[in-house]
């Protein structure tokens, strides 16, 4: 525990000691809990932070070089880029079978945008089961440890705000199958938040200070100092399969993903294994996602903000966009370029500015509800780390087969919109598999239907079922695999 002395002389040495300033009209409870919270902080960047981010706003500036990321089609015998897939099939499942592969779950928010009192990880995603995203994503990797014979050792960072309702939510719900010994969950780190004019910290209230997350670039470090990636090398993990929780259609690990990252089945596109990403064609130059570009020659995600208009209307001679490269937040990265990024300051990323309404409380301890923007929070971003590879390869999924986000309660990436895409999904692998799915006038799928991720994660692997399918579908129906 941080004595008093020890807390404001750190504090003094940045002039930030008016974090201290109620500290006498508190609770010894409540002081405690201050100077616990103020020591964890880094308090020693925070002058350098201010300085570049806060009094400063760094300027994006595009370089001349940028041109589209060289991709993996998703179709292996496409004329942009023939690869082989069943190479790069045999070289992931390999590495899933030695037991080199770790799933890694980035779930520190809330329910609060759909209307869901608790994290994230908890709603109800499943198109007719309602199973939760944590349970789906649990019997994702129970799938892979029934075809591989190997477990999958699961990382799921949580936030400071949801740790403890979602270890509980796993207790509760005895892991969903899986041995919670092969279970790690670790709260994401927070950065202090700053009132923009004058660089000081916040306080939220008297006993507290005013911090947000780091974002899911804080991941990197997160997995440094839980002992996350201490225990991944305990156990012979090399390769880290990264994904958010909002998108219950992932899949988790992914044996031809692997391969394509660990150099397998290329055709001359060079992976150094250190980071690889998954991509989606854009449906057009306005979708708010980030793209996949080659700045000097190497690949980087540049915001849809920051990319030009002129750029994102580009088109090549068949009409398609040039920068189709969509950014989905999946990726592999190696234990080896993690620990890296985590440990040597010269692969440290960088920290994105954003102004933010900050409530706070004011010099006399009365509380502030901002109507504009007061103050400064910093992040980092995970996608920041793929120009430190020495290269990098970029696969394209398709987007109905892994990509059914739930960010918003209604419209684009939304419940709706990820139940429909569900539904697509189970339709085209059933059909693929014989079965006859009931169609409306409109060609959309007369039914509401859901694969478990158990069962499978793609067309191939549901048609190891076929002999227990249905021959057909009544139009209506809610069916569950």
């Not at 499943?126 to 939760?132: E, Y």
């Not at 739930?406 to 990436?413: L, Y």
């Not at 569900?422 to 059909?431: P, Y």
């Not at 039914?447 to 067309?459: D, F, G, I, P, Y």
Request: proline share 7%; aromatic share 8%; net charge neutral.
């Amino acid at each position: 525990m941080p004595t008093y002395a020890q807390v404001r002389q750190r504090l003094e040495n940045i002039q930030q000691d008016h974090l201290l300033r109620f500290y006498n009209e508190l609770s010894s409870h409540e002081q405690d809990a201050l100077l616990t919270q103020i020591d964890q902080l880094d308090l020693e960047s925070v002058p350098a932070l201010v300085q570049a981010y806060v009094k400063s706003k760094p300027a994006f500036s595009l370089s001349a070089d940028v041109g589209p990321a060289p991709y993996f089609p998703n179709d292996p015998n496409s004329p942009t880029r023939r690869w082989d897939k069943a190479a790069a099939q045999k070289a992931g499942e390999a590495l899933i079978r030695a037991g080199k592969v770790a799933a890694f779950t980035v779930a520190g928010g809330q329910g609060s945008r759909l209307g869901f009192d608790g994290p994230k990880g908890c709603y109800p995603a499943g198109a007719v089961t309602g199973k939760p995203l944590f349970q789906i994503f649990a019997e994702n990797l129970l799938g892979v440890q029934d075809r591989y014979g190997a477990p999958v050792p699961w990382y799921i960072m949580t936030s400071p705000l949801n740790h403890q309702s979602t270890v509980s939510f796993f207790e509760q719900n005895r892991f969903f199958g899986l041995d919670r010994r092969n279970v790690m969950f670790f709260p994401q780190g927070v950065l202090p938040s700053f009132d923009m004019s004058s660089g000081k910290i916040l306080l939220a209230s008297k006993g507290e200070v005013a911090t947000n997350p780091d974002g899911h670039g804080g991941s990197i470090r997160a997995l440094h100092v839980s002992g996350a990636l201490a225990d991944m090398r305990k156990r012979g993990v090399e390769q880290i399969s990264y994904f958010q929780v909002d998108n219950p259609i992932v899949r988790a690990i992914d044996p031809v993903f692997l391969g394509l990252h660990a150099g397998a089945g290329g055709g001359g596109l060079e992976s150094s294994g250190e980071m690889s990403s998954k991509m989606v064609r854009k449906t057009g130059p306005g979708e708010k996602v980030g793209v996949f570009c080659s700045v000097n020659g190497k690949t980087e995600v540049i915001e849809y903000s920051d990319l030009p208009q002129t750029l994102q209307e580009q088109t090549l001679p068949d009409g398609t966009l040039r920068f189709i490269a969509g950014s989905i937040a999946i990726h592999v990265m190696s234990v080896e370029f993690v620990q890296r990024l985590a440990t040597d300051p010269q692969f440290a990323l960088p920290y994105h500015r954003a102004e933010k309404k900050i409530p706070h409380v004011n010099d006399k301890g009365e509380p502030v509800a901002p109507t504009g923007n007061n103050g400064v929070k910093l992040e980092r971003f995970v996608f920041d780390a793929l120009p430190l590879c020495r290269s990098s390869i970029v696969y394209e999924t398709d987007r109905i087969e892994e990509f059914a986000p739930i960010k918003n309660a209604t419209g684009v990436d939304s419940v709706e919109s990820s139940r429909e895409i569900q539904t697509r999904r189970a339709a085209r692998w059933l059909t693929a598999a014989g079965v006859k799915v009931p169609t409306k006038a409109d060609g959309t799928v007369d039914a509401l239907l859901e694969v478990s991720a158990r069962t499978a994660t793609s067309a191939e692997e549901l048609d190891a079922y076929k002999a227990k399918l249905p021959r057909a579908i009544e139009p209506g129906a809610r069916m569950a695999l």
